[in-house]
């Protein structure tokens, strides 16, 4: 028997009706009786009991599994906050590392902004000319004047009297 849908019917309407009672026990003798000497006769009958009943078999060990005790949720609550305080114990190790960055980051920033602001106010402004002044020599550091040759005996008297005071 072919459906809209294109798939197979796996048994016959009437007996697929009493699959779960006749697997649960609740068919009196007789149309229990009657049931399984169709299903006995009937492939497609057959194939869909073995289904059905592996499929209440499994029903069946899935409702023999045990329930959670009452302490699970206890249980599962205390690994939850093992983790959050493992996760937060990380947290505390890298902290001042974290605000210590944050000072470097507000600090530089506020470097920047005395920087932009001078550069803005004063930056502008002509600086004096440094290079402009009279280079220096090393003979000039040791002689307040620049050396001359004496011209004649006089001058070279008195060099040796200025800076001996005559001695």
Do not use: K
């Amino acid at each position: 028997m072919t459906t809209d849908s294109g798939l197979r019917s796996a048994a016959c309407p009437e007996y697929e009706a009493l699959l779960e009672e006749y697997l649960g026990g609740e068919l009196d003798a007789a149309t229990a009786e009657r049931v399984a000497a169709h299903w006995r006769g009937c492939a497609s009958c057959r194939e869909a009991l073995e289904r059905a009943s592996a499929t209440s078999r499994l029903l069946r060990v899935a409702a023999a599994l045990p329930e959670a005790s009452p302490n699970f949720a206890r249980t599962v609550m205390a690994r939850v906050r093992l983790v959050e305080d493992d996760r937060a114990a990380r947290a505390r190790f890298w902290q001042p590392f974290v605000s210590l960055g944050w000072r470097f980051a507000a600090t530089a920033t506020l470097a920047v902004g005395i920087l932009l602001v001078y550069s803005a106010h004063w930056g502008g402004q002509p600086q004096p000319n440094i290079a402009a002044m009279r280079p220096t020599e090393a003979r000039d550091l040791f002689s307040p004047e620049p050396a001359r040759v004496p011209s004649s005996g006089d001058e070279v008297l008195m060099l040796v009297a200025e800076n001996n005071h005559g001695n």
